[in-house]
């Protein structure tokens, strides 16, 4: 761990450690999101990235211990003059083929996979409308994750096709990424009008044994009453919103958003299969991209967001583009 992109990675992962202390001492003003994303609200399918919950908790800005900040101005990613965000989540993924009834997977197809974490990040605005996020997740690929058990259970309640083939997921192995993200949110404009807009690009990157990625994009936003966020958030790998949002003052707002991302990818443990064992994979592509569009609406201290992605190939032999859908609901408290 000599070199300098080492000392950086260290760098940021240590204060992820130090967090959860003074996070719990924080005051009122934190949100916490509840986020479902799945194919069933895309083109109806049930193949691929086919579900994602994540539950998350942002504190509000830190005002109560400003050793913390500047502990955080030691960090070669976050400008000064900001106001920081706390976040913790907990997330379960899960992967599967096109042809969920096979008992033997098609072996040119994705394989089963599952993946259960936890997470904890630093989120930094600064005065200047840079917002930058620093994320550590932690977990279990494989049948320690329980994608088995959730997505066999509910589809019994629905009454759909009983996913065969999990017996050949991929196996237990721990999982670690660290995600950075950076976006500047160019200033609204028509503040007092009936109609306002902005423009936010990002750039972003992960690494670890489960993604290693480096990606670039922007969101496009116009309503009204837009609210002090960067979009709504999203499970990863996606184009970066904000687990928080600021109301202006107003009792209802709205907006539409469309966005695109462009991701390198190096490494993506749902394609490229288990680091230390044997098990199924596929060719991963080098690009993926994504575009999405949605709405969202804002009552007083409640965000409600849909989002409708369409996600390029992501293997050689995936016969078309994904499409899924995203619901999130975010609670300021």
């Known amino acids: 761990m000599s070199s300098p992109i080492s000392r950086r990675i260290l760098a940021g992962i240590l204060p992820l450690l130090m967090l959860i202390p003074h996070a719990a001492q924080a005051a009122s003003g934190g949100v916490i999101n509840i986020q479902e994303e799945n194919d069933l609200f895309g083109d109806g399918s049930d193949q691929h990235f086919t579900h994602g919950m994540l539950l998350t908790l942002l504190t509000p800005p830190d005002s109560k211990h400003p050793g913390m900040t500047e502990m955080f101005d030691l960090l070669p ?3 000064h003059g900001r106001k920081l965000r706390f976040s913790f989540g907990l997330g379960q993924n899960m992967y599967t083929p096109q042809d969920i009834t096979r008992r033997t997977p098609d072996p040119s197809d994705r394989p089963y996979a599952g ?8 989120v930094s605005e600064s005065d200047s409308g840079v917002l930058e996020s620093l994320e550590l997740n932690l977990g279990m690929i494989g049948p ?3 994608a088995e058990d959730v997505q066999t259970t509910f589809h019994e309640w629905i009454n759909s096709p009983r996913p065969e083939g999990w ?5 237990n192995e721990p999982g670690a990424v660290l995600y950075y993200e950076s976006k500047q949110r160019v200033k609204k404009q028509n503040p007092d009008g009936m109609l306002q807009y902005d423009f936010t690009p990002h750039i972003g990157g992960a690494l670890g044994n489960v993604f290693t990625y480096a990606a670039a994009g922007a969101t496009f936003r116009f309503g009204d009453g837009l609210p002090s966020d960067y979009g709504p958030p999203r499970i990863r790998p996606s184009l970066p919103g904000s687990g928080f949002f600021e109301t202006t003052g107003q009792a209802f707002g709205w907006y539409f958003f469309g966005g695109f991302e462009g991701r390198v990818v190096a490494r993506n443990i749902f394609l490229d299969g288990n680091t230390f064992a044997n098990s199924a994979s596929v060719d991963r592509n080098w690009l993926v991209g994504d575009l999405q569009g949605g709405l969202v609406l804002t009552f007083k201290q409640t965000r409600i967001a849909y989002t409708h992605i369409v996600r390029s190939k992501e293997f050689d032999g995936q016969d078309q583009s994904d499409q899924f859908g995203a619901i999130s609901v975010s609670f300021a408290y």
């Open 115 to 122: 993946w259960l974490y936890g997470s904890a990040g630093i």
């Open 144 to 146: 320690a994750a329980f």
């Open 77 to 79: 990613f976050f400008e």
């Open 167 to 171: 017996s050949h997921q991929l196996k």
